[in-house]
């Protein structure tokens, strides 16, 4: 190379400032240098745009370094300087820089050594703004993380597929619900894991993903477990494309639900046996109440007989009760009836009762027992409260309550019993305290309620009553409480609905 060659080359560098500058504004990059001689500090324009001070700014060695954020960042820049004045190391690195306003922004900074003689009279470098791409690259490394943990943890089966079916990548979650290996899996396709009778579900959506209509498609199909039964699953598929549209593969997202399923059907299968034993019980119900019926009739109208025959014996005290108690029974026959026609009740099959009169039949059909044990019954309940029910269910109700106040009463303690009805807002709660035996809480509380439980010794007892009692009330949508001391008596509260 000839000495005018070289004189060419060297003028044709570049000195234009103006342009230099341009350059360092287009890429937000800025320059630095600190002459070690002099101890001057120089920012470019665009070092000091990106500090975020006045282009007027005159930089300082000793306060520069605490725009670097105080710990990991600030100790970084100042152990970099040294080595690079040591070891002649130029050095590139990221940090946080605090700028006057407080921001955090994050920034790299390059320097070069200069050296003369064997020492070092300055370190120049370059400074750059990258706190956007940084924070974006953060976000997008955090959103990976926490898929991969997700891909890697999930109970979930989740794997990528190639758009020919074949297993890209699978997760521990579909290893474990198929039973097979990783390996065994990719070396298998999509088609071969999936049942046989299911081949064809969800082929229509595939085209169509395929062809951009859709993005994704749910469907339930089985597959095989390597042990060979059936694994119900629901499917997920999503394809994913290129950033020119184009498809790419697939990420299918496999949950299993055998257990639901296995839940499902044996939950039907119980309904089923339900149905049918409720149907024969309601064919049981109906024979027994149209046999009660033709009973009772005969009952009423051999009493006619009788009152006809001989009218003088209508004149005993007693008769009158048998009239009632007859006539009681063929109203209870005639709720009983209305039972078995229907197959449920919903609460539009409930209807207006009056409880004062419901009451009084109940009082008139127990008058033999209450006569017998001396009982005292206090009645206070507004003529006009009407309650939402079944007719038969509401006999039931008040006459187990009361046979239950007077059989478990105290010995040599005649029986007092209280009946009140208050309204509270759309309730009707009516209560029915005794004097008896009591009940110990605290022993039976959560008995009470239950099958052939029994809590005091008494021949006709059969542990039915409360238990069948409290499934009445609350199929025609009330509740029972229930309140008790032993030696001092039991207070029931009923909570109707107010019609």
């Known amino acids: 190379m000839t000495p005018n060659n070289s004189h060419q080359i060297i003028s044709n560098e570049i000195h234009d400032d103006d342009f230099l500058n341009l350059i360092e504004n287009s890429l937000a990059i800025g320059s630095w240098e600190l002459d070690l001689m002099s101890n001057n500090l120089k920012w470019s324009s665009v070092t000091k745009k990106i500090h975020e001070v006045p282009q007027d700014y005159i930089p300082d060695v000793n306060t520069a370094i605490n725009f670097y954020k105080e710990g990991i960042n600030r100790n970084k820049i100042t152990l970099l ?41 300055a370190i120049r470098g370059v400074f750059q703004d990258i706190h956007d791409k940084t924070v974006k690259a953060n976000a997008t490394a955090l959103k990976e993380k926490q898929l991969r943990t997700l891909f890697n943890h999930s109970i979930t089966g989740i794997a990528v597929l190639d758009l020919n079916g ?27 894991l999936t049942h046989p009778e299911d081949r064809l579900i969800g082929q229509k959506e595939l085209k169509l993903m395929l062809s951009g209509d859709i993005d994704n498609f749910q469907t339930e199909k089985r597959y095989l477990h390597k042990e060979g039964f059936d694994v119900h699953c629901i499917l997920s598929l999503t394809i994913v494309r290129d950033y020119k549209g184009i498809p790419e593969h697939f990420i299918a997202n496999i949950n299993n639900v055998s257990e639901i399923k296995d839940s499902k059907n044996k939950i039907s299968e119980l309904l089923d046996v339900s149905s049918k034993q409720n149907d024969r019980l309601l064919n049981f119900a109906h024979i027994v109440s149209h046999n009660l019926r033709s009973h009772g009739g005969n009952l009423d109208m051999l009493l006619k007989l009788k009152k006809e025959e001989y009218p003088n014996f209508t004149t005993n005290e007693y008769f009158p009760l048998i009239e009632k108690a007859v006539e009681n029974l063929n109203e209870t026959i005639l709720n009983l009836n209305e039972v078995a026609i229907y197959n449920n009740y919903e609460n539009k099959a409930l209807e207006a009762i009056n409880l004062s009169k419901y009451t009084d039949n109940a009082l008139n059909s127990i008058k033999a027992l209450s006569i017998k044990n001396h009982a005292t019954i206090n009645v206070k309940i507004n003529p006009k409260t009407t309650i939402k029910g079944i007719p038969a269910y509401i006999d039931s109700i008040l006459i187990n309550f009361l046979t239950n106040a007077i059989k478990y009463r105290k010995p040599d303690i005649n029986p007092i019993i209280n009946i009140e009805a208050i309204r509270k807002d759309n309730k009707v709660i009516l209560t029915i305290k005794d004097n008896g035996l009591g009940i110990d809480l605290d022993k039976y509380g959560d008995k009470l309620f239950g099958m052939y439980n029994m809590f005091h010794k008494h021949k006709e007892a059969r542990g039915l009553g409360l238990f069948i009692t409290k499934n009445q009330i609350e199929a025609i949508g009330g509740s029972v409480e229930v309140e008790s001391t032993v030696d001092i008596g039991t207070k029931f509260s009923i909570l109707f609905d107010y019609e």
Request: charged residues 25%; contains cysteine.
């Open 166 to 192: 074949n297993w890209k990548k699978i997760n521990p979650g579909i290893c474990k619900m198929l039973g097979y290996t990783e390996t065994e899996f990719l070396k298998s396709t999509y088609l071969q």
């Open 81 to 121: 300087l040294n080595q690079s004045l040591e070891s002649r190391n130029s050095f590139d690195d990221e940090f946080i820089i605090i700028t006057p306003s407080g921001k955090e922004k994050w920034v790299r900074a390059i320097g070069y050594p200069k050296f003369e003689n064997d020492t070092c009279i």
